[in-house]
């Protein structure tokens, strides 16, 4: 079974939709992250959480907002999806007791909007 | 900020060695990672150097150098599968943020 599971796994939807992605981990990682991944941009960071009380903002956050329900479940939602928000979402956990902070992946949700 | 620059495209051939550099601009330095990364697929941990020098692991090595700003990432006897994007990130500060670079597109050709 994998570590750090992504629901659903490819989307698409239209402009002004509600949409959510979930991510659930068994390694039992208090923290946990979301990305996306553009051609040419890389990985950037929309929001990351270090406990389940712990929410903070990325380098690019506006246009989303995460929930972070439990240790094991990150949820990222678009309140009203764009056409610049179509990219591959990743979902990261890490471990703050090992110091070092190896970030381990989940499988991507690519995400399109008409 | 956080400024990480590394090569946007590479060509090798199999069975060739190739090095991947990667600069970077950061205060509050902990370490760097490098991560492969398959087309359409998930990250996944390389390495991390924490002190100056080279770490071996097998046919991949990563070198640090803190006082230059400077990584590379050496692969040896390429294969076809080392066909990736090879992502540089840096550690830096007390919750040790994670920035990562915009990646290496290696193509390893016959």
């Known amino acids: 079974d994998a570590d750090v599971t992504q629901t659903p796994r490819n989307r698409i939807t239209k402009t002004g939709k509600r949409i959510m992605l979930e991510c659930s981990q068994t390694?039992?990682?208090?923290?946990m992250y979301w990305y996306r991944q553009d051609p040419g941009l890389g990985l950037r960071l929309i929001y990351y959480s270090f406990d389940v009380k712990d929410i903070n903002k990325g380098e690019i956050s506006d246009g989303y907002s995460v929930s972070r329900q439990a240790q094991a479940k990150f949820s990222l939602s678009l309140e009203s999806a764009i056409p610049n928000q179509t990219a591959l979402y990743f979902c990261?956990?890490?471990?703050?007791?090992?110091?070092?902070?190896?970030?381990?992946f989940g499988p991507g949700t690519r995400l399109t909007v008409l | 900020g956080q400024n990480i620059d590394q090569p946007t495209e590479m060509t090798a051939t199999e069975g060739a060695i190739v090095q991947i550099n990667c600069t970077y601009q950061t205060s509050g330095f902990n370490g760097l990672f490098w991560y492969q990364q398959h087309a359409g697929e998930a990250p996944t941990f390389l390495s991390y150097n924490v002190l100056d020098g080279l770490e071996e692991k097998g046919r991949f090595s990563s070198f640090l150098s803190r006082s230059k700003g400077y990584s590379y990432l050496l692969l040896k006897e390429l294969q076809m599968k080392d066909s990736a994007s090879y992502l540089c990130?840096?550690?830096?500060?007390?919750?040790?943020?994670?920035?990562f670079g915009t990646g290496t597109k290696l193509q390893v050709i016959p």
């Open positions: 990130a840096v550690s830096s500060g007390g919750y040790q943020k994670v920035t």
């Open positions: 990261a956990t890490s471990d703050s007791g090992t110091g070092l902070n190896e970030q381990f």
């Open positions: 390694k039992g990682h208090d923290r």
